[in-house]
């Protein structure tokens, strides 16, 4: 079976059926293009999985840009 660029008649169908093939339809599409979306973007991404990981720390200590420069 070849899946081209044949176009389907649905003409043939009565108004609820024509709705419905168009629902699926819409649904299909959205269900695809973010499949190829994801895709896209974790083959777009160099780094390894674990880099997106967020780090467990124990504590978290604020500080401003100027302390780090603060000689000790």
Avoid: C, H, W
Avoid at 10 to 33: D, G
């Amino acid at each position: 079976m070849t899946y081209g660029t044949e176009k389907l008649d649905i003409s043939i169908f009565p108004e609820e059926a024509k709705r419905q093939i168009s629902e699926f339809y819409l649904f299909m599409v959205q269900k695809y293009l973010k499949q190829n979306q994801r895709k896209s973007s974790n083959t777009s991404s160099r780094l390894p999985a674990e880099f997106y990981k967020p780090i467990k720390v124990k504590q978290y200590m604020e500080f401003n840009r100027e302390e780090i420069y603060q000689d000790a």
